[in-house]
């Protein structure tokens, strides 16, 4: 049966405060129910009902408030994380941040030549981090323009937090005309309870491996990227393009930039990957899930990606994190 919440209320809707244990409901009009699938907790661990089951449970009086779906509960998480000059490059232009008392993760790819690019993406590893600190010690820090109602607090905070990122880069590159041209891609996930807040910026990904399918999160913002969208090269041919390296949105470029943001509701015993390119330029995806399966050790899975992508020729620098999520206690 399902446990009552405590306290009950929409996580999207949510502007208050609760002390004590809270229970997060989805209200009808935001409820997450991807594949017809809503997730919900009992027992103090995850997994997810059918439509048709809630609706059940509804009308039998089970669930007072719509279907709780996390909350204060700590979910057990395994983090793998690491980063590598590759074969080719003379040094790293990526940064690769962890904070597990956040649950925050950065991957950060630097792009402008030499020290150019490891400013870059060192810049927008210390913005993000800041500003997600910050938010995290005191709920009052403002997020600095109009916020995405179809978002929670945490994930608004984090798209702030990158654009911020975006806007010193840019200002960098102004107050130095020697760092002009100089950039960064960014994917960055933000974790509180099972609600996963994901925010990326260029050609660095974020997958999902749930039950042995190994799903990409993100969607590159890259020429070839754009020309599989409209149809005018196939899929199967991008990797082949010689314009893989031609970015049509990157953070520090110009005054103001465009991010994706969305959410996730996770489950034990799934699998979550950050990277930059540097990886899935080298590795298949099919490769990439089969490592991820076949090692249940999170650090193990960071060393061997970063170990097959050089194994591939290692063109790039190459940067991983790895986060295997757990039980909720």
């Known amino acids: 049966m399902l446990h009552r919440p405590v306290a009950a209320t929409c996580h999207r809707c949510w502007e208050g405060q609760f002390a004590g244990p809270v229970l997060f409901v989805l ?9 017809n699938r809503t997730h919900t907790l009992e027992m103090g661990g995850l997994f997810s009902r059918s439509a048709k089951e809630v609706a059940s449970l509804r009308r039998n009086g089970k669930v007072s408030q719509g279907l709780a779906v996390t909350g ?24 690769c941040r962890v904070l597990p008392e956040l649950k925050l993760f950065i991957v950060s790819d630097g792009m402008g030549g030499e020290t150019h690019g ?20 005191n709920v009052s820090v403002p997020f600095g323009e109009v916020l995405r109602p179809d978002l929670s607090e945490k994930t608004n905070q984090l798209a702030s937090a990158v654009r911020l990122a975006s806007r010193r880069i840019y200002q960098a590159s102004l107050d130095n005309p020697l760092l002009h041209g100089m950039g960064a891609t960014v994917v960055t996930a933000w974790l509180e309870g099972a609600c996963l807040s994901l925010v990326h910026v260029g050609d660095s990904r974020a997958y999902l491996l749930r039950s042995g399918v190994l799903n990409r999160l993100t969607t590159d913002h890259s020429l070839v990227a754009e020309q599989v969208r409209r ?6 041919e991008s990797h082949l393009s010689k314009m893989q390296n031609v ?6 470029v110009q005054e103001q930039v465009e991010v994706d943001a969305t959410e996730h509701i ?19 995806d099919s490769e990439i899930a089969s490592l991820l399966l076949e090692n249940s050790d999170a650090q193990t899975s960071a060393d061997r990606l970063v170990l097959l992508a050089n194994e591939h020729g290692g063109e790039d620098n190459v940067s991983v994190i790895v986060v295997h999520i757990g039980d909720a206690v």
Not at 126 to 133: E, G, K, L, N, R
Not at 269 to 283: A, E, F, H, K
């Open 266 to 284: 996770l489950e034990s015993n799934d699998i979550v990957l950050l990277c930059t390119d540097g990886l899935t330029r080298m590795v298949r």
């Open 72 to 95: 204060n509960a700590c979910i057990q998480l395994e983090i793998g994380s690491k980063t590598d000059i590759g074969r080719v490059r003379k040094n790293n232009e990526d940064t």
């Open 118 to 137: 490891e400013l870059a993406s060192k810049i927008a590893g210390d913005a993000i981090t800041a500003h997600c600190s910050e938010n995290s010690e």
């Open 231 to 236: 149809g005018l090269i196939k899929p199967e």
């Open 247 to 252: 970015l049509i949105r990157a953070l520090g």
């Open 27 to 35: 209200c009808h009009a935001h409820r997450l129910d991807e594949k």
